[in-house]
């Protein structure tokens, strides 16, 4: 039973225009919600993060969007670059401070073409 | 100056043998976790510690016994190994911050033979 579903194993995008990831969810018990990139050998990276009692956040060129209605939601990256080439993973969180459990999406792998 | 650590990188064995996976972070967080991500590249949570306490433990088999000497270890042994237990194992640490945001060790590659 898959809580946190990431559709489209792969994406790729043109060098400066945007990317979009996107990521589902069955559980409205999530109350934060997680992109990590991941280069190959290495461990994920945190990108960014948003709290189900917002619909956007924004960093940089990274935006994330909140649909909860739909359960959905999405990572944009504008531009894209070449170096944003990699592995990008939804999660979800559930719990309380210090006990919060992460449940992890299968990954979407991202190309930007130079 | 690595901010969390794992050793060893790869790890090959035989069915059946005992083995140890080490974690340290140098953050000074409270929280640490271990994950395993399996072929299909599912990243699935095991375990989590605060404070060298166990906190979740994800219906992980007895053989896994995570570790937590002090509050920047956290280890793994894995007894009787096994051919399905042939996967990734990422160590994490998190400060627990309102962005949630966890900081991942390098991965350590388990082939079970």
């Known amino acids: 039973d898959q809580q946190v579903k990431q559709n489209s194993p792969s994406l790729s995008v043109q060098e400066g225009r945007i990317s979009i990831l996107n990521c589902d969810y069955t559980?409205?018990?999530?109350?934060?919600f997680l992109w990590y990139k991941k280069y190959p050998a290495e461990g994920p990276t945190f990108l960014i993060s948003i709290s189900s009692i917002k619909d956007k956040n924004e960093d940089g060129r990274f935006t994330v969007f909140l649909n909860k209605s739909a359960k959905h939601l999405s990572l944009h990256i504008v531009p894209s670059q070449p170096g944003d080439s990699a592995v990008y993973f939804c999660?979800?969180?559930?719990?309380?401070?210090?006990?919060?459990?992460?449940?992890f999406g299968t990954g979407t792998r991202l190309k930007v073409l130079a | 100056d690595t901010a969390v650590s794992q050793t060893p990188k790869y790890l090959v064995t035989q069915m059946g043998n005992d083995k140890s996976i080490k974690c340290e972070q140098n953050?000074?967080?409270?929280?640490m976790y271990w994950y395993k991500q399996d072929s299909k590249k599912f990243l699935k949570i095991m375990f989590s510690y605060n404070n060298k306490e166990l906190i979740i433990n994800e219906t992980v088999p007895n053989r896994f016994s995570p570790k937590s000497p002090d509050k920047a270890h956290l280890n793994l042994h894995i007894n009787s190994l096994e051919l399905g237990d042939s996967a990734v194992y990422f160590c994490a640490s998190s400060p627990l911050t309102v962005s949630h945001e966890q900081f991942f060790g390098p991965g350590t590659r388990l082939t079970v033979l």
């Open positions: 999660a979800a969180s559930v719990g309380t401070s210090g006990t919060y459990k992460y449940i």
């Open positions: 559980n409205s018990m999530f109350d934060y």
């Open positions: 953050l000074g967080h409270d929280t």
